[in-house]
Structure formats: structure tokens, C-alpha cells
């Protein structure tokens, strides 16, 4: 079956660069999210899109932007990078309506050096 | 604000036992609870998704409950064997939000 899929897979950046990580969410889903998960700790909610638009929005820093595309991939942008963004960035999909159980993806992990 | 907490954080069986985790919340005004399994350095695998109108859900070796009312799940695994060794998190998605909020995590271990 297929599953979500992100890319890249590991990506490293010096301190103050930009990176892009993007999102492709399992055929006909129309919802993506996004999480961080820091080393050695639990998830955190970032940003979700349902349909394109802004559904939910967590801890995300300013330094970050993401959006949802007419194709339903998402590119989540970040600027300015510090080294305590190292972390593993998870993307998620799901239908929406009742039974919108959420799927991950493999995961980017980004270290910032 | 919603907190899920795991208890215990860490747990060694040998293999062939049968193990309860459990996961606590502090709002009860949940939409869903999700249990996930994920291997070091890796992705969540969803295991078993609960809405909250319901009590149970099961797959193969795994039963998962929900007591909405008292703010408690349990994961519990049938006969464990090696390949179950992982970190185990419970997620709760509330009724006003899309999020998943997430507990630390069991960190599981069956021995050989």
C-alpha cells in the first residue's frame, strides 16, 4: 500500500541557511500535517492543511512557513535555521470526516550545524 | 491544556508474556486516541485507532481500550516476542482541534 512519502531523508545545514522539506500524502488524502520531534522527545504539532488551506497551527516558529499545493503535496520552508531545530520533521496525511486516522511518513531528519 | 502521560516510561519482559501500557489524559473531551509503535531513530507506525464513542479496538495481537470518562487507554500485547521491542505512544486528537498530542512514550523491551 502506499504511504507517505518525504523527502529528503536526511539534510544538513549551517546555522542561519534556509531548507525545504516536502510532503507527497497517500493518494486521496486531502489533509497533511506536520510534527517535530526532537531528540529524545515526543512529537509536536507544527501546521496542518486540509484542502489547501491553513487548518491547524501549533508551535511553529515564524522563521517557518509551509503550504499545501493544488496536488495535495506540502512543502514546509524554513529560514534562518538554529541548531535547536535539529530534530526529525514527520509529515502525516489523512482523510478527512470521522475515522481520520493520521499516517507518517518515514521522516527528514535535519541537523543544523 | 491537555496533557498524555504513559506510564510505565520503560518496561522489560521476557518474551511470551502478556503486557498492559497505559496512557492517561487530562481533558476528556477527546475525538480520538491513536496508539503508535516507533523503532529508534524512525517513523510512527499507526497501530490501532479508537474513536471516542468507542471501547475497544482490536488487530491480531493488540487490544486497545478507551475510558473516556475517567481520561485512561491501555495497549495491551498478547504473548510478546522480540519484534515487538520498540517505543510505544499514545496520541489524543480533541474534539476542537486537528492536532495529535502525544505522550513520552513506553519504551518496550522483550527478551529472547
Known amino acids: 500500500a502506499a504511504g507517505v512519502i518525504q523527502s529528503p531523508r536526511h539534510l544538513i545545514k549551517e546555522k542561519r541557511e534556509t531548507a525545504t522539506l516536502k510532503c507527497y500524502p497517500i493518494p486521496r488524502h486531502d489533509t497533511v500535517y506536520w510534527y517535530q520531534q526532537g531528540p529524545g522527545q515526543d512529537p509536536q504539532f507544527l501546521i496542518s492543511?486540509?484542502?489547501?488551506?491553513?487548518?491547524d497551527k501549533g508551535s511553529i516558529p515564524d522563521r517557518f512557513s509551509a503550504q499545501q499545493f493544488s496536488d495535495y503535496h506540502s512543502e514546509l520552508n524554513m529560514s534562518s535555521l538554529e541548531l535547536g531545530d535539529s530534530a526529525l520533521y514527520f509529515c502525516?496525511?489523512?482523510?478527512?470526516?470521522?475515522?481520520?486516522?493520521?499516517?507518517f511518513g518515514p521522516g527528514t531528519r535535519l541537523t543544523v550545524l | 491544556k491537555q496533557e498524555v502521560t504513559q506510564i510505565p516510561a520503560a518496561l522489560s519482559v521476557p518474551e511470551g508474556e502478556n503486557l498492559v501500557l497505559n496512557c492517561s489524559f487530562t481533558?476528556?473531551?477527546?475525538?480520538?486516541l491513536q496508539w503508535f509503535r516507533q523503532d529508534p531513530g524512525k517513523g510512527l507506525t499507526s497501530l490501532l485507532l479508537?474513536?471516542?464513542?468507542?471501547r475497544e479496538q482490536t488487530s491480531g495481537r493488540l487490544n486497545a481500550s478507551l475510558d473516556k470518562s475517567s481520561g485512561r487507554s491501555t495497549l495491551y500485547i498478547a504473548a510478546s516476542q522480540p519484534g515487538d521491542s520498540a517505543t510505544y505512544l499514545c496520541?489524543?486528537?480533541?474534539?476542537?482541534?486537528?492536532?495529535?498530542?502525544f505522550g513520552s512514550g513506553t519504551r518496550l523491551l522483550v527478551r529472547p
Open positions: 502525516a496525511s489523512s482523510f478527512p470526516g470521522g475515522y481520520n486516522e493520521q499516517f
Open positions: 496520541a489524543v486528537r480533541m474534539d476542537s482541534s486537528y492536532k495529535l498530542i
Open positions: 481533558d476528556s473531551a477527546i475525538y480520538n
Open positions: 479508537i474513536q471516542s464513542s468507542q
Open positions: 492543511f486540509y484542502e489547501k488551506m491553513q487548518s
